[in-house]
């Protein structure tokens, strides 16, 4: 159909401001870090394909139900059936991509990025097509104003609902991939790919569903991509938590050059020096009391030996950026036997927030951070000896990695 | 006609238009592209205007967009809608709507023409004028009529076939057809020809 025949019947060309509007409303709702880091941002305004999606398909259940009506999809073509169906929807699917990169672009440009995550555009790319066709094929075979509803209530509750489940598999496969990513994590392969198997599976399956022929073999038929499409999204998203995310890779690390290191994401890296000085200035201090202190800090979640990890938001001031490393001083958490319970966990505070005063930082900077009988029990610590401070916190520091003991916190007086 | 047209599959023998065997893969192309089928209902494609339609039809046929959109205008033409090409399909007369089948079938210049019924439902004045237009279409295209309006058949056609319960009863001209009822007036000469051939009167 020519161009200005579209625009002049298709109701996806009259709602386009509409989708658009909405879409943005949708995806503000997702708060996204404040760092220009492409995939959250990507991931937070993808997240209008949660009723974009299902919008196109309505949509093009509607332009199916143009051939229905006019008895045409059965008449004996030329063209292949894909290609007239997707001609038919070229205007619910434009409307889609376009709004999509809309939306992503206003996230995008609200912190000054350019560039998308390609791997999320390419999974709303595909699963916007997928349910495109699937919604033309819910119009050839039923009455619009039965499969318009049917199809936009049906996906939009299958982009919507899994996240509701215990089984974290489902909703990693709708291809809602707003969980994605805060700027120590990347977007899961896995969730990536079992999206897009899935929505091919079932794009083949609404294809073989539209061969004119209609009979129980074609229809039997297309059960085997749809389950096929199915079994390896599943298996692809086996064992993922409830967001669709893998550690980010260290190698985009940008670190300083003085000791001790301090290793930042790229996005960080306008504050590097601030925090290495920050860094340096702690980790002076917890020498001087006579405490190990790790070669490096970073951002990058790590076990190494001589490796702690840290971290901090683009607008966290010097004071919670000193008390994140102060924090990556503390004992990692034992893995406890359920008979001998890790009860001291709780009351690492009282390390942290020595931590924080040895670091420089004032018992009233950090009022916020912890409760008052702990701010006293610290004050009490810091009126004592330097070695006294120093057995008091190796002390508590030993006990704190034991199960089934609580930690010696009180001043011994 | 659905068979002819390649809608359905024969369940027995072939369909062969020349070399073009439409069970073959490659040659079901050409060989609809060949084959121009009106079926006996047409309906309007909502929304679009009467040359939207038809370019649509010859699209479908697999001519280009601005093949189909210049050939739509001609066809409407050759069937004396050119004046409503831009109305919407909706608004027009079932005899209209016929005539926009037609055209459908002439878009995309078919070497046969498959007309099912193409004269049911219409008043006498459509009748004489598709009628009319029946007997403008291109000498060298073949066209096969089914039809239960006779009364014109000698003056339209050259080869009658009647068939019952799918079975052929008679094959020959319409002049031999019309012969099996030698002194009857002029309009009533088909009706009862067909009445003997089904009656096994010849």
């Not at chain 1, 305004?45 to 051939?67: D, K, N, Q, Y």
């Not at chain 1, 350019?114 to 390419?122: A, K, S």
């Not at chain 1, 073999?217 to 893998?246: E, F, H, K």
């Not at chain 2, 002819?4 to 073959?24: C, S």
């Given at each position: 159909m020519p161009l200005r025949t579209i625009l002049r019947i298709s109701p996806a060309a009259w709602l386009f401001p509409a989708v658009v509007?909405?879409?943005?409303?949708?995806?503000?709702?997702?708060?996204?870090?404040?760092?220009?880091?492409?995939?959250?941002?990507?991931?937070?305004?993808?997240?209008?394909?949660?009723?974009v999606?299902?919008i196109c398909a309505a949509l093009a259940a509607w332009e199916a139900g143009r051939l229905r009506r006019a008895?045409w999809?059965?008449?004996?073509?030329?063209?292949?059936?894909?290609?007239i169906a997707l001609s038919a929807v070229i205007a619910p699917l434009c409307v889609g991509w376009t709004t999509?990169?809309?939306?992503?672009?206003?996230?995008?440009?609200?912190?000054?990025?350019?560039?998308?995550?390609?791997?999320?555009?390419?999974?709303?790319?595909?699963?916007i097509?997928?349910?495109t066709l699937?919604g033309f094929?819910?119009g050839?075979?039923?009455?619009p104003?039965?499969a318009a509803?049917?199809v936009l209530?049906?996906?939009?509750?299958?982009?919507?609902?899994?996240?509701?489940?215990?089984?974290?598999?489902?909703?990693?496969?709708?291809?809602?991939?707003?969980?994605?990513?805060?700027?120590?994590?990347?977007?899961?392969?896995?969730?990536?790919?079992?999206?897009?198997?899935?929505?091919?599976?079932?794009?083949?399956?609404?294809?073989?569903?539209?061969?004119?022929?209609?009979?129980?073999?074609?229809?039997?038929?297309?059960?085997?991509?749809?389950?096929?499409?199915?079994?390896?999204?599943?298996?692809?998203?086996?064992?993922?938590?409830?967001?669709?995310?893998?550690?980010?890779?260290?190698?985009?690390?940008?670190?300083?050059?003085?000791?001790?290191?301090?290793?930042?994401?790229?996005?960080?890296?306008?504050?590097?020096?601030?925090?290495?000085?920050?860094?340096?200035?702690?980790?002076?201090?917890?020498?001087?009391?006579?405490?190990?202190?790790?070669?490096?800090?970073?951002?990058?979640?790590?076990?190494?030996?001589?490796?702690?990890?840290?971290?901090?938001?683009?607008?966290?001031?010097?004071?919670?950026?000193?008390?994140?490393?102060?924090?990556?001083?503390?004992?990692?958490?034992?893995?406890?036997?359920?008979?001998?319970?890790?009860?001291?966990?709780?009351?690492?505070?009282?390390?942290?927030?020595?931590?924080?005063?040895?670091?420089?930082?004032?018992?009233?900077?950090?009022?916020?951070?912890?409760?008052?009988?702990?701010?006293?029990?610290?004050?009490?610590?810091?009126?004592?000896?330097?070695?006294?401070?120093?057995?008091?916190?190796?002390?508590?520091?030993?006990?704190?990695?034991?199960?089934?003991?609580?930690?010696?916190?009180?001043?011994?007086? | 006609?659905?068979?002819?047209?390649?809608?359905?599959?024969?369940?027995?023998?072939?369909?062969?238009?020349?070399?073009?065997?439409?069970?073959?893969?490659?040659?079901?192309?050409?060989?609809?592209?060949?084959?121009?089928?009106?079926?006996?209902?047409?309906?309007a494609v909502p929304g679009l205007t009467?040359?939207e339609q038809?370019a649509y039809?010859?699209w479908?046929?697999?001519?280009?967009r601005?093949?189909?959109?210049?050939?739509?205008?001609?066809?409407?033409?050759?069937?004396?809608?050119?004046?409503?090409?831009?109305?919407k399909t909706s608004?027009?007369?079932?005899?209209?709507?016929?005539?926009?089948?037609?055209?459908?079938?002439?878009?995309?210049?078919?070497?046969?023409?498959?007309?099912?019924?193409?004269?049911?439902?219409?008043?006498?004045?459509?009748?004489?004028?598709?009628?009319?237009?029946?007997?403008?279409?291109?000498?060298?295209?073949?066209?096969?009529?089914?039809?239960?309006?006779?009364?014109?058949?000698?003056?339209?056609?050259?080869?009658?076939?009647?068939?019952?319960?799918?079975?052929?009863?008679?094959?020959?001209?319409?002049?031999?057809?019309?012969?099996?009822?030698?002194?009857?007036?002029?309009?009533?000469?088909?009706?009862?020809?067909?009445?003997?051939?089904?009656?096994?009167?010849?």
């Amino acid at each position: 159909m020519p161009l200005r025949t579209i625009l002049r019947i298709s109701p996806a060309a009259w709602l386009f401001p509409a989708v658009v509007v909405i879409a943005i409303a949708i995806s503000n709702t997702i708060i996204a870090p404040p760092e220009p880091y492409p995939p959250a941002l990507t991931g937070a305004g993808e997240f209008s394909i949660v009723l974009v999606a299902p919008i196109c398909a309505a949509l093009a259940a509607w332009e199916a139900g143009r051939l229905r009506r006019a008895h045409w999809w059965n008449l004996p073509h030329v063209r292949p059936s894909l290609y007239i169906a997707l001609s038919a929807v070229i205007a619910p699917l434009c409307v889609g991509w376009t709004t999509i990169m809309i939306s992503i672009a206003f996230r995008l440009l609200s912190r000054g990025v350019l560039i998308p995550d390609l791997r999320i555009l390419l999974v709303a790319i595909v699963v916007i097509l997928a349910q495109t066709l699937i919604g033309f094929t819910a119009g050839i075979w039923l009455p619009p104003v039965i499969a318009a509803p049917v199809v936009l209530i049906v996906l939009f509750s299958w982009m919507t609902l899994p996240p509701g489940l215990n089984a974290f598999w489902v909703r990693h496969l709708t291809g809602d991939l707003s969980g994605c990513c805060s700027v120590d994590t990347d977007l899961a392969p896995g969730a990536m790919e079992g999206t897009i198997f899935l929505a091919l599976g079932f794009m083949l399956a609404a294809l073989i569903i539209l061969n004119p022929r209609r009979r129980i073999i074609i229809l039997l038929t297309s059960l085997l991509p749809a389950i096929i499409g199915l079994a390896l999204g599943a298996s692809l998203v086996q064992g993922m938590g409830p967001d669709p995310l893998v550690p980010r890779n260290p190698k985009y690390l940008v670190c300083s050059n003085q000791w001790p290191k301090v290793c930042v994401w790229p996005e960080h890296k306008s504050r590097l020096l601030e925090v290495s000085e920050i860094a340096r200035k702690a980790a002076t201090a917890w020498q001087s009391m006579g405490i190990s202190v790790p070669n490096t800090f970073s951002e990058h979640y790590s076990l190494k030996r001589g490796e702690n990890s840290f971290g901090f938001s683009l607008e966290a001031n010097r004071i919670i950026i000193a008390n994140s490393l102060a924090y990556s001083m503390l004992p990692p958490t034992p893995n406890c036997p359920e008979n001998r319970p890790w009860i001291g966990g709780d009351r690492q505070e009282y390390l942290n927030a020595w931590l924080d005063e040895v670091a420089g930082l004032t018992a009233d900077q950090i009022s916020n951070e912890f409760p008052s009988d702990v701010l006293q029990t610290v004050a009490r610590v810091r009126r004592m000896s330097i070695p006294e401070q120093r057995t008091w916190y190796k002390r508590n520091f030993q006990m704190a990695q034991k199960c089934g003991s609580l930690p010696h916190l009180e001043v011994d007086k | 006609m659905s068979v002819e047209a390649n809608l359905l599959d024969p369940k027995h023998g072939h369909v062969r238009l020349g070399n073009l065997n439409p069970r073959h893969r490659r040659q079901r192309a050409p060989y609809r592209q060949a084959v121009g089928w009106m079926p006996q209902y047409i309906y309007a494609v909502p929304g679009l205007t009467t040359r939207e339609q038809v370019a649509y039809a010859g699209w479908l046929k697999g001519l280009s967009r601005a093949r189909a959109w210049e050939a739509a205008a001609q066809a409407l033409d050759k069937v004396g809608l050119k004046r409503l090409m831009d109305i919407k399909t909706s608004e027009l007369s079932g005899g209209q709507l016929r005539r926009v089948g037609l055209a459908q079938v002439l878009v995309h210049d078919p070497s046969v023409m498959l007309l099912d019924e193409p004269s049911v439902g219409l008043d006498p004045s459509q009748r004489a004028r598709f009628r009319e237009i029946m007997s403008h279409l291109p000498p060298n295209v073949s066209i096969v009529v089914s039809t239960h309006q006779v009364d014109d058949l000698s003056e339209l056609f050259d080869t009658v076939v009647v068939l019952e319960a799918g079975k052929i009863r008679f094959t020959g001209t319409a002049k031999d057809f019309m012969s099996m009822a030698p002194n009857r007036p002029d309009d009533r000469r088909a009706e009862v020809a067909y009445s003997r051939v089904i009656k096994g009167e010849y």
